[in-house]
Structure formats: structure tokens, C-alpha cells
């Protein structure tokens, strides 16, 4: 009867119940050893992401650095200012985190295993023999290599035996629609590490 009611509730409401994630749903949660009905006692979902969305604001602020801030800006009226400044405006809210917490928590990630950490020029070389420089990732171009050169004969004064490397940060910054309907939108500032390939 358990298996009925749960194909049952699959295939009936929202169509975007798949197969799989109805065999992880069992596999994961139902036959997990801690899973126990008791806790569904008066269960609603949304009341449950509140809960979430509440801890992760109290909690997840202070993680990894991050900090959160009001900034003042200028913001331009139709009344003439002899200044030309516009007038002050605060927006509360704002989530930062220094570049240096940024780095470190990358460093410590799975993937960074796959980072490259010494530059290289890449060479291609034709059937008749023929070489050419290729040009496809950050630590494969002149600069970085120059780079980390002038770093490696850098002085270090605290007696430092790690190895020196160079992080490569790499920004740009783009308008993103928030709803798929209205023209809510942001324009958030993107940061890519140069020393993970491209590929990955």
C-alpha cells in the first residue's frame, strides 16, 4: 500500500516529479535510518523554509568572512543641486567579504586539487615539424608567467618556506533578470579563478 500511495502521489499535482528523483526521494530520506514519522507531526513545507531561510540569515553571515553592510549613495533628483552630487540615499543590506576570505576559501575547496599553480607555455607542434604558441587558458600567457617569475624572486623577510603562487582573479559583470515575468533584475559582480582551466 506505502508503494501505491507514493506512485500515486508521483504521477498526480506537479509534473515535475521524475522517476529518479522519486528512487532518491526512497533511497535518501524514507529509508534513512534516522527518518521517523513522528517529526511530520503538522508538517507544512513552506512553514519548514522559513525556518530554513531564518537560520541561514542568523547563521551563514558570519561564514567565511562574510560581512554585511549599509552603503550610502548618491542618487540624482530634478531638483538643481549647485553641487551636482544628488541627494544621499542608504541601502541596508549589503553581503561582502574581503578578496583575501574569498581566496582561502577557494584554496580549501575539492576542485582547487585541479588548480594550476605553475604557469607553462603551451606548444603546438605540426606534422612537418612546424611549432606554434597556443593561447587558451590565464596561466599559459606571457603576463602570468612574468608574474610568477617576479614572485619567485621576491625577498621574504618572515622565513616563509611555502611554496609562492599567484591566485588569478578574474571579474566581469553582466544585468541578470530575476523573474521570469516583469523586469526585476540585479547586476551582480562575477569572480572566475584563472588558475582552473576553462574546461573545467
Given at each position: 500500500?506505502?508503494?501505491?500511495?507514493?506512485?500515486?502521489?508521483?504521477?498526480?499535482?506537479?509534473?515535475?516529479?521524475?522517476?529518479?528523483?522519486?528512487?532518491?526521494?526512497?533511497?535518501?530520506?524514507?529509508?534513512?535510518?534516522?527518518?521517523?514519522?513522528?517529526?511530520f507531526d503538522g508538517f507544512n513545507a513552506h512553514t519548514q523554509m522559513n525556518h530554513f531561510d531564518k537560520s541561514e540569515n542568523v547563521t551563514n553571515a558570519g561564514l567565511?568572512?562574510?560581512?554585511?553592510?549599509?552603503?550610502?549613495?548618491?542618487?540624482?533628483?530634478?531638483?538643481?543641486?549647485?553641487?551636482?552630487?544628488?541627494?544621499?540615499?542608504?541601502?541596508?543590506?549589503?553581503?561582502?567579504?574581503?578578496?583575501?576570505?574569498?581566496?582561502?576559501?577557494?584554496?580549501?575547496?575539492?576542485?582547487?586539487?585541479?588548480?594550476?599553480?605553475?604557469?607553462?607555455?603551451?606548444?603546438?607542434?605540426?606534422?612537418?615539424?612546424?611549432?606554434?604558441?597556443?593561447?587558451?587558458?590565464?596561466?599559459?600567457?606571457?603576463?602570468?608567467?612574468?608574474?610568477?617569475?617576479?614572485?619567485?624572486?621576491?625577498?621574504?623577510?618572515?622565513?616563509?618556506?611555502?611554496?609562492?603562487?599567484?591566485?588569478?582573479?578574474m571579474f566581469w559583470s553582466d544585468a541578470t533578470h530575476l523573474a521570469q515575468f516583469g523586469n526585476a533584475s540585479a547586476w551582480p559582480v562575477y569572480l572566475f579563478f584563472?588558475?582552473?582551466?576553462?574546461?573545467?
Open positions: 500500500m506505502g508503494i501505491w500511495q507514493l506512485m500515486t502521489w508521483m504521477i498526480t499535482g506537479s509534473r515535475q516529479k521524475s522517476e529518479a528523483e522519486v528512487t532518491r526521494l526512497v533511497h535518501e530520506v524514507i529509508q534513512a535510518e534516522d527518518f521517523d514519522r513522528s517529526h567565511d568572512g562574510w560581512k554585511e553592510s549599509s552603503v550610502d549613495i548618491l542618487v540624482p533628483t530634478r531638483e538643481r543641486d549647485p553641487d551636482g552630487n544628488g541627494q544621499p540615499f542608504t541601502i541596508p543590506g549589503l553581503f561582502h567579504r574581503s578578496l583575501t576570505s574569498v581566496i582561502r576559501a577557494v584554496f580549501t575547496e575539492k576542485a582547487a586539487k585541479w588548480f594550476h599553480l605553475t604557469p607553462f607555455k603551451r606548444i603546438w607542434k605540426s606534422p612537418t615539424g612546424q611549432e606554434q604558441r597556443l593561447y587558451d587558458e590565464l596561466y599559459t600567457s606571457d603576463a602570468w608567467i612574468t608574474a610568477h617569475d617576479d614572485l619567485q624572486k621576491q625577498q621574504l623577510d618572515n622565513r616563509c618556506t611555502l611554496e609562492r603562487v599567484i591566485a588569478g582573479l584563472g588558475n582552473q582551466s576553462k574546461y573545467i
